[in-house]
C-alpha cells in the first residue's frame, strides 16, 4: 500500500492523459474539435501577448499562445509521471518522500519549457490571443458541428487575417435559419462566447 501511495500523483498524470486522450476521441467522432475549442474558450480570459504582468511572462515563457494549451498540458504531464516514476524507483527508498515528485515537477516544467520552443514551430497556425475575436466579424466559417439553429450552437472554423486558424461556437442569427455540417457562413455579431452567423448571400447588417 505504502509502494502503491508512492506512485500515485504519476499514475494520476498517466490517467488525465488517457482521459484527455478519450475525450479528444469521441469529441472527433461527435465531429467536433475538442482540442481547438478549449483553446479558443482558453484564449477569451488569457491574453498572452497584451499582459504585461509576471503571469503573462510566465505563460509566454512556456509557449502558451503558440501551441495548444493541452498539447502542452500532456506534455507536462508526460514528462512529470516518466521522471516520477524513474525518481521514485531510483531514489525513491533514499529521500524524504515529497522529494521525488518536487524533482519531478522540476523536470517536468524545464521539458515543457523546452518542447513548447520545438512544438511552436510545428503549430504555426494555431490560435493566438494576439488576434482581437472582434476581427472575426464578417469572415467566412465553415460549420463543422452537427447542426447550428437559432437556439442550439456548434462549432465552426474559420481562418483570420493571419492565416490562423480558429475554432468557435456559433448559433444561426436569424430564428428560422438553420445550418449543417459542411454548410458556409459569414460571422455578423458575438453574444458572450458566442458568434452569430448568416448565409453568405445575407446582408452581414440587415436594415
Given at each position: 500500500?505504502?509502494?502503491?501511495?508512492?506512485?500515485s500523483?504519476?499514475?494520476g498524470?498517466?490517467y488525465?492523459?488517457?482521459?484527455i486522450?478519450a475525450?479528444e476521441?469521441?469529441?472527433?467522432?461527435?465531429g467536433?474539435?475538442?482540442?481547438?475549442?478549449?483553446?479558443?474558450?482558453?484564449s477569451n480570459?488569457?491574453?498572452v501577448?497584451?499582459?504585461k504582468?509576471?503571469?503573462?511572462?510566465?505563460l509566454a515563457w512556456?509557449h502558451?499562445g503558440?501551441?495548444?494549451?493541452?498539447?502542452?498540458?500532456?506534455?507536462?504531464?508526460?514528462?512529470?509521471?516518466?521522471?516520477?516514476?524513474?525518481?521514485q524507483?531510483?531514489?525513491?527508498?533514499y529521500?524524504?518522500?515529497y522529494?521525488p515528485p518536487?524533482a519531478?515537477?522540476?523536470?517536468?516544467l524545464?521539458t515543457?519549457?523546452?518542447?513548447?520552443?520545438?512544438l511552436?514551430?510545428?503549430?504555426?497556425n494555431?490560435?493566438t490571443?494576439?488576434v482581437s475575436?472582434?476581427s472575426?466579424?464578417?469572415l467566412?466559417?465553415?460549420?463543422v458541428?452537427h447542426l447550428?439553429t437559432h437556439s442550439?450552437?456548434?462549432?465552426?472554423?474559420l481562418t483570420?487575417?493571419?492565416?490562423?486558424t480558429?475554432?468557435?461556437?456559433?448559433?444561426?442569427?436569424?430564428p428560422?435559419?438553420t445550418?449543417?455540417?459542411?454548410?458556409?457562413?459569414i460571422?455578423?455579431?458575438r453574444v458572450?462566447?458566442l458568434?452569430?452567423?448568416i448565409?453568405?448571400s445575407?446582408?452581414l447588417?440587415?436594415?
Open positions: 500500500m505504502l509502494l502503491l501511495s508512492a506512485y500523483p504519476y499514475l498524470a498517466i488525465l492523459i488517457l482521459a486522450g475525450v476521441v469521441l469529441s472527433m467522432v461527435a467536433v474539435n475538442a482540442l481547438g475549442l478549449f483553446d479558443n474558450v482558453i480570459h488569457i491574453d501577448a497584451k499582459n504582468g509576471l503571469w503573462g511572462k510566465m512556456f502558451l503558440r501551441v495548444p494549451l493541452l498539447v502542452l498540458l500532456i506534455v507536462a504531464l508526460a514528462a512529470f509521471a516518466i521522471a516520477g516514476i524513474a525518481l524507483s531510483l531514489i525513491g527508498a529521500v524524504p518522500a522529494a518536487l519531478a515537477l522540476a523536470i517536468a524545464t515543457l519549457r523546452r518542447s513548447g520552443r520545438l511552436a514551430r510545428l503549430f504555426p494555431v490560435n490571443s494576439a475575436e472582434a472575426f466579424i464578417g467566412t466559417a465553415t460549420v458541428g447550428v442550439t450552437a456548434a462549432e465552426a472554423k483570420d487575417e493571419h492565416g490562423h480558429h475554432y468557435i461556437l456559433v448559433t444561426a442569427a436569424q428560422q435559419t445550418f449543417k455540417k459542411g454548410d458556409v457562413v460571422v455578423n455579431a458572450d462566447h458568434f452569430t452567423v448565409h453568405p445575407s446582408p447588417h440587415p436594415s
